[in-house]
């Protein structure tokens, strides 16, 4: 029971910090991210390579975090003048071509066999760093957040020719937002190798974003709280799929399948009835009168 | 002094400007005036870099301001306010005024978390700009009220509101009075000219003569792309052609 509890609370740690790079892109800036498991995945491919090539895990840590951002401004840059519904398939385009290419290149982490890399087997320990990086992460994106540049990307996200007129560069604060989401996203990546000790391309399909986006728009894009509690929802019922499989003796193929179906009938619902998610961005007051 | 010069703009094989030249010198009120359709939202989007001429140039005061780029375009001090407002929609009143300012150190991740006190600094002095701005527009009751919220004539107002906040030597205003009611108009009236004496440059596009005839020291007058005419209020009312143009193009 403590085993579950542990890796519960690990695996909704690590996803929800890929939920909050996606708060920032999305519910704050109004980026439409397709491929939010493309830094997840290069996180955790420089912890591959590094543990294939005999490099510290340090410097795992720094390639996969420090690509992480460099792909993500190489993405948007040429994207970064179309128009949204390109965007979102720009970037999904883009991370199923790096999971091709990590299938197919060997020589970087092992192919379709994914590598071995040093696992953490004290799995309090993960569980602390899960939580470490998730603190962290919340307390940067809440600074960000509410500031005056958190404003500025809220207006970016109603009406980009607004910022524009007011003299801001819209592309030059995409790219800061991407930067910043991007590297908090490889994070996630290169801890997830450490807490699983391994990395394989099978790990990182565009399922995996639909999943991202689905504890996103369900809990509330718009705020920190919101993308915590949809990452909890969805990930408590992944990690559940076994026990239901075995309590009602469907195979868990087909368990796991359903949980698929029915996260796209919550995007749906969620979409259709209440697109702000369970929890709606909090209106700032401001004192107009006096002071 | 402003100058648009030459301007020309096709849209496709339509030729919606051709060769248009206007010019606004400080402390003035100019009026672009025209029939629906005779160019002058699209005047305004050139000089205000949001749409790239075929032919042209734009200048103040002897600079020359790039086309195309409105983000520098705002860094001369040229304004722009659209026909239908652009407003940031899910932000309150204030906060869209807020935005207008420009220089926000906190806009910088760097300053936000290596120099919290300058943006603490800087976050109360356009705190401080914004509600002067609402109360002369009389919109502070507005505050704290979705922009979504508002009538189409306080949005016309928040509108100005915001780029009056970056201190503007330019305003560029597109159609300020249509559908606002006549309370407000009176009040944008008296606003205009408020700023006019501050010694700005306002081009103002309008649809009704008789408003822009009581406001404008100078007018342009736009028909399918072309300067038909161009003088103070009391020239243009004179001029047989202008008026030709506007029988059977009831405002
Ligand atoms: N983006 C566009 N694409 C094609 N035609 C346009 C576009 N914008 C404006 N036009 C056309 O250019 C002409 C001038 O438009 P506009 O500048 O909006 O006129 P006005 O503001 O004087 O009413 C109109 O005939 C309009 O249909
Ligand atoms: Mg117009």
């Known amino acids: 029971m403590t085993d579950f509890i542990i890796f519960s609370v690990t695996t909704i740690a690590i996803w929800s910090v890929l939920g909050i790079s996606l708060h920032l892109q999305f519910g704050l800036t109004g980026l439409v991210n397709f491929g939010q498991v493309l830094p997840f995945a290069v996180g955790a491919y420089g912890a591959g390579f590094a543990a294939v090539h005999g490099l510290p895990i340090w410097a795992g840590a720094l390639i996969g975090c420090g690509l992480a951002p460099l792909i993500g401004v190489l993405v948007i840059l040429p994207a970064g003048r179309l128009t949204q519904d390109y965007w979102a398939l720009v970037t999904l385009g883009a991370g199923e071509i790096f999971r091709l290419a990590m299938l197919n290149i060997s020589g970087i982490a092992g192919g379709v066999e994914g590598a071995s890399v040093v696992r953490l087997g004290d799995r309090t320990l993960a569980m602390v760093l899960a939580l470490v990086l998730l603190t962290g992460t919340a307390l940067f994106a809440f600074r960000m957040d509410r500031s005056p540049l958190g404003r500025l990307l809220r207006v970016l996200r109603e009406d980009e020719t607004l910022a524009a007129t007011l003299g801001r560069n819209p592309l030059r604060f995409q790219l800061v937002v991407t930067a910043v989401s991007w590297v908090m996203a490889g994070l996630a990546g290169v801890l997830y190798a450490h807490v699983t000790g391994y990395v394989s391309p099978s790990s990182f399909m565009v399922i995996e974003t639909f999943v991202i986006w689905t504890a996103v728009v369900l809990g509330g894009p718009n705020t920190i709280a919101g993308v915590v509690l ?20 469907l195979p868990s193929e087909l368990v796991a399948n359903l949980r698929l179906a029915a996260f796209g009938a919550v995007l749906v619902l969620v979409f259709l009835f209440r697109p702000q998610g369970v929890i709606p961005e909090p209106k700032r007051r401001y004192n107009a009168d006096s002071r | 002094m402003l100058i648009a010069a030459d301007i020309s703009v096709a849209f496709g094989g339509f030729q919606a400007l051709r060769s248009v030249s206007v010019q606004a010198a400080p402390g003035s009120i100019v009026g672009l005036v025209g029939p ?131 201190h503007p030597r330019v305003l560029l205003l597109d159609e300020p009075a249509a559908g606002v009611n006549p309370v407000l108009i009176e009040r944008q009236i008296r606003f205009l000219r408020e700023l006019r004496d501050e010694g700005r440059i306002i081009v103002l596009v309008e649809h009704n003569m008789e408003m822009v005839a009581n406001v ?25 052609r202008v008026m030709r143009s506007y029988l059977g193009q009831p405002a």
Not at chain 2, 57 to 76: H, I, M, N, S, W
Not at chain 2, 104 to 130: H, I, N, Y
Request: charged share 20%; net charge positive.
């Open chain 1, 230 to 249: 949809g990452t909890a929802v969805v990930q408590l019922t992944g990690v559940s799929t076994r026990f239901i499989a075995q309590w009602s003796h």
């Open chain 2, 36 to 166: 629906n359709g005779s160019g002058k939202s699209t005047l305004l989007d050139v000089i205000a870099g949001l749409r790239q001429p075929d032919g042209g140039k734009v200048q103040l005061d002897g600079a020359t301001v790039p086309l195309g780029r409105p983000d520098v375009v705002a860094g001369f001090g040229i304004g722009r306010a659209f026909q239908v407002p652009r407003l940031a929609r899910r932000l309150t009143v204030f906060q869209n005024v807020m935005v207008g300012a420009r220089g926000q150190s906190g806009e910088k991740l760097s300053d936000l978390f290596l120099r919290p006190g300058r943006v603490a600094r800087r976050e109360r002095e356009v705190e401080a700009a914004a509600r002067d701005i609402l109360r002369r527009l009389d919109l502070s009751h507005k505050a704290n009220d979705y922009a979504s919220d508002l009538s189409g004539g306080q949005q016309k107002l928040l509108s100005m509101g915001i780029l009056l906040m970056a």
């Open chain 2, 216 to 240: 404008c020291d100078h007018i342009f007058v736009l028909d399918a792309g072309e300067v038909i005419a161009a003088g103070t209020p009391m020239q243009i009312r004179a001029d047989a």
